[in-house]
């Protein structure tokens, strides 16, 4: 996999429901964040996780952490329309000259 | 509070024309700043990124270029423009030491080369 790889590629659920996002990611980090970009905007920053938190929150997003795996998931409770964006996590490594590394990003489609 | 802005929000330019896109932040001092490009349903790639007026550091070899004439105004800039320049630009700015702190972007300059 690539430093910060989301996965599922695109979700497609109804509002309502939790979605869940995952980032892989292949070097040790010194943080991860999650970033929402809706169609044709800037991203903005929704939560930034340190590498010796394992769990953190803010409002209806929760995002964990798991450095053995070198993983992270966002879940989004109680998901509405307006949550239909691209979300996108973002790694800081040493091995990438301690700059941020965005995946490829996850489209979330939430339908009501 | 601080604001980023960048214009033109959109911009379609023949091959081989010149390029010149501006970035300023207003509500903060000495911030670091960055230029993305995002291809069509692609993650982000850095370009350039900026810790001072002046310091510029290139992340990816290319026909762009860009230049801090001020504290809070970054300009990406092309004397040819390619096709392969096309997609959607972004600058971003962040404050602290590092360069992965957190980082608060602009709307985005849309450029289609044609």
């Known amino acids: 996999s690539q430093q910060g790889e989301e996965d599922p590629q695109a979700l497609s659920i109804q509002e309502g429901e939790n979605a869940t996002m995952n980032c892989s990611y292949k070097?040790?980090?010194?943080?991860l964040q999650w970033y929402r970009q809706n169609s044709g905007r800037g991203l903005v920053h929704l939560i930034l996780?340190?590498?010796?938190?394992r769990e953190k929150h803010s409002g209806r997003l929760r995002v964990t952490l798991d450095t053995s795996k070198k993983s992270s998931s966002l879940l989004i409770t109680a998901s509405r329309a307006a949550d239909t964006a691209s979300y996108f996590c973002?790694?800081?490594?040493?091995?990438?000259?301690?700059?941020?590394?965005f995946g490829a990003g996850t489209i979330l489609r939430v339908k009501s | 509070s601080q604001t980023i802005h960048q214009w033109p929000a959109t911009l379609v330019q023949p091959v081989g024309s010149p390029l010149s896109l501006e970035c300023t932040v207003e509500g903060t001092s000495n911030p670091n700043l960055y230029w993305y490009r995002q291809a069509a349903g692609r993650g982000l790639q850095l370009l350039f990124y900026s810790v001072g007026i002046g310091q510029i550091s290139s992340e990816v070899p290319q026909n762009l270029s860009a230049s801090r004439p001020q504290d809070r105004q970054f300009i990406l800039s092309s004397k040819k423009l390619l096709l392969s320049d096309s997609g959607f630009y972004l600058c971003?700015?962040?404050?602290?030491?590092?360069?992965?702190?957190?980082?608060?972007f602009g709307p985005g300059t849309r450029l289609t080369v044609l």
């Open positions: 996780i340190r590498s010796n938190e």
């Open positions: 070097t040790s980090i010194n943080n």
């Open positions: 973002a790694t800081d490594a040493m091995e990438y000259g301690n700059k941020l590394v």
């Open positions: 971003a700015w962040s404050i602290g030491g590092g360069t992965s702190d957190t980082q608060y």
